[in-house]
């Protein structure tokens, strides 16, 4: 047995989870506050101060994170926010994430709405405040040197919120979609909204599941929330710490749902599996197989998350001709990795860099991306995947 030390940020909403209690979490376990102060300009929006403040909630000292905004559209649409964040000079693992918190939360109010996510005015998360909120948090966490985010259990809270849709149950029906798959629980009672839409989507992009069974606590802080409850600290907490847990229970638990068919043409099946890999499975494998009085078949495998497995399996049920599926539980474990970009003559090469258990990191372009500039550029295939990774290798 060993140890696998990883930078990890544990959070515990046990008062809910809102972006700009994030932030003053993250500012009190250490991330600088004049890097916070100067985040709007870097996003290209002028005139916005940011005040850092020590307050306490519930007898516990925090930090308070606020805007001043001048006046500015009341929300945006989910293609603004996009463009705004595409200008900014930002990290493209930062920009990737913050694009992927904001597609969430416009596609879950859609799908509450029953219209795209295109046409969804983003009202309250399209603010500059919540804008600043998931970009400073995703960014911050990166400056902290943090490679993993775990959450405890979110408590919601109760009663009714008012909103720009009128008066809807807490926690609001997107903020609910958006923590599909995440432990909550109602209350406590009288505490009304406790988790905010932003706050719901820096969970699902950023957490990768519960809090360890053993870890190193090295810093932790508290970020406030706008009202002071009584009795109880209306604050999220934030530790760094390293995961201490031994290394096979560092494993992923994931789902496998299995079914072979044999009455399904080639093309039918083959499209089958795309739709799985476009909406969330892990894995696809097509496998050909033989059934009962010889007849050739294909075992469908597919790897899902646990949060995904019922709705994936749904989908195998309604776009197959089979009958049932199998399901069982397996374990993966999964190098750390993160996504970058790279030029390469003249132009964009998507880089996956994994970080392997010693330390050192290896890295595999998007092929898709290696055989767009082979063909612009007459160089082999072996030759663009050559420079890609010498210019993935320069940067770290």
Not at 83 to 97: E, G, I, Q, T, Y
Not at 343 to 367: D, I, S
Not at 377 to 394: F, K, N, P, Y
Request: charged content about 25%; aromatic content about 4%.
């Amino acid at each position: 047995m060993y140890f696998l030390p990883v930078t990890t940020a544990i959070l515990e909403p046990f008062s809910g989870i809102s972006g700009d209690m994030m932030l003053g979490a993250l500012v009190h376990v250490g991330l600088d506050p004049a890097w916070l102060k100067a985040l709007p300009s870097r996003l290209g929006l002028a005139g916005i101060e940011v005040r850092v403040s020590d307050v306490q909630r519930g007898m516990v000292a925090c930090k308070k994170v606020d805007f001043d905004i001048p006046e500015q559209p009341h929300g945006r649409h989910i293609e603004e926010i996009r463009a705004l964040v595409a200008a900014a000079a930002l990290p493209p693992d930062v920009r990737a994430a913050a694009n992927e918190a904001f597609t969430a939360i416009a596609v879950a109010e859609g799908e509450i709405h029953g219209i795209a996510a295109e046409e969804v005015h983003l009202h309250e998360v399209g603010a500059v405040d919540a804008i600043l909120d998931v970009v400073g948090a995703v960014w911050g966490l990166r400056e902290l040197g943090v490679t993993r985010v775990r959450c405890g259990t979110i408590s919601l809270g109760d009663g009714f919120v008012k909103g720009a849709h009128g008066v809807l149950p807490v926690p609001a029906p997107a903020t609910l979609r958006l923590l599909e798959g995440h432990v909550v629980r109602p209350g406590p009672e009288g505490t009304g909204e406790l988790v905010t839409p932003t706050g719901a989507a820096l969970v699902k992009v950023l957490s990768s599941g519960p809090i360890p069974s053993r870890f190193i606590p090295r810093r932790s802080g508290y970020g406030a929330g706008t009202k002071d409850l009584l009795g109880r600290p209306n604050a999220l907490r934030l530790t760094l710490a390293d995961d201490a847990t031994v290394s096979d229970e560092m494993l992923e638990r994931l789902v496998t749902l299995v079914t072979d068919i044999d009455d399904m043409s080639p093309e039918l099946i083959a499209g089958c599996a795309d739709v799985l890999r476009e909406e969330g499975a892990l894995d696809v494998v097509l496998i050909p197989t033989q059934m009962k009085k010889g007849r050739a078949a294909v075992r469908l495998e597919v790897l899902a998350s646990e949060r995904d497995a019922r709705r994936l399996e749904d989908l195998l049920l309604v776009h197959t001709t089979t009958l049932g599926v199998r399901r069982g539980a397996v374990e993966r474990r999964a190098l750390p990795r993160e996504g970058r970009e790279v030029q390469v003559l003249g132009h964009m090469v998507r880089v996956k860099v994994a970080t392997m258990p010693n330390g050192r990191t290896r890295g595999k372009p998007e092929f898709e991306d290696i055989w767009t500039v082979a063909r612009a550029t007459g160089r082999s295939l072996g030759d663009v995947s050559s420079l890609a990774l010498a210019a993935a290798e320069r940067e770290n």
